[in-house]
């Protein structure tokens, strides 16, 4: 059995004050979370704040990104030993926003995977069609090439070390929710996939959604078969409604 998991995507959101509130609120409510693993994903500089936190909770925390280098002359960059140092257990890897405004390239992604992978984080690895892609009738070819890169830097016996999260562009922050069936059927092809290289590696690899995930439509998506949990951004933001997804986990 695959153990759900409901992992918080910040982005470049909050405050010292708002996050701490944020975190007090989670604290509080996440003894109704019975079954999935919960997780936030902060920006770098909260990650202290959050360490301090969460320490001793069942919550763990990471990072939105880390460089594809060890350490060095990159100025700017976080490395993924600076995340082990705060206790990160995750790491966002790919995202469409990454892809999107960093120029981040498949090649790239995957050797950010391969950097998080080696330090002993989870890379949580986004792969996404945009709706231009998802009309032209490209989706799987877009999402096989985004995990592949992966595979063919990593081999398929990586993803035993990850998550993988199935985020259509088109239904980030926009409040367009992929259907439960247009979900589980790239769910479906995306484990089929994996499956082709390492059926066990498959079978236990979680695969998330993401895409304006709330509340209300967080039960409907995680009853699906190859549905195994959300990356969660605006509703990841009050702790009512993160919690509220959490706990669509329990079935
Ligand atoms: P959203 O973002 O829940 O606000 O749509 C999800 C994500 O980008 O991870």
């Given amino acids: 059995m695959r153990r759900p998991l409901v992992a918080g995507n910040w982005k470049m959101n909050g405050s010292r004050a708002s996050i701490k509130l944020l975190l007090d609120g989670l604290k509080s409510g996440v003894g109704t979370v019975k079954v999935a693993e919960v997780a936030v994903c902060a920006p770098f500089i909260y990650l202290p704040d959050v360490q301090t936190q969460l320490q001793g909770t069942v919550i763990a925390w990471g990072g939105q990104d880390l460089s594809t280098e060890a350490s060095?002359?990159?100025?700017?960059?976080?490395?993924?030993?600076?995340?082990?140092?705060?206790?990160?257990?995750?790491v966002i890897v790919g995202h469409s926003e990454r892809r999107a405004y960093h120029n981040e390239s498949d090649e790239t992604v995957a050797r950010k995977y391969a950097a998080a992978r080696a330090a002993g984080l989870v890379p949580i690895l986004c792969v996404g069609e945009t709706l231009d892609e998802r009309e032209q009738g490209i989706t799987e070819a877009v999402v096989a090439r985004q995990l592949d890169a992966v595979i063919g830097l990593e081999g398929a016996a990586a993803l035993a070390d990850g998550?993988?999260?199935?985020?259509?562009?088109?239904?980030?922050g926009t409040g367009k929710t992929a259907t439960p069936e247009q979900a589980q059927d790239v769910h479906a092809f995306l484990r089929a996939r994996v499956a082709?290289?390492?059926?066990?590696?498959a079978e236990g690899l979680r695969i998330l959604y993401g895409g304006s995930m709330k509340p209300g439509n967080a039960a409907?998506?995680?009853?699906?078969?190859d549905i195994d949990g959300g990356l969660i951004g605006g509703a990841a933001l009050k702790a009512e409604d993160f919690l509220g997804i959490c706990t669509a986990a329990n079935g």
């Fill in 72 to 90: 060095g002359a990159y100025t700017g960059e976080i490395a993924a030993s600076m995340l082990n140092d705060f206790g990160c257990k995750y």
């Fill in 163 to 172: 998550v993988l999260a199935y985020e259509p562009v088109w239904a980030i």
């Fill in 196 to 201: 082709s290289h390492d059926a066990a590696v």
């Fill in 220 to 225: 409907e998506l995680m009853a699906k078969t």
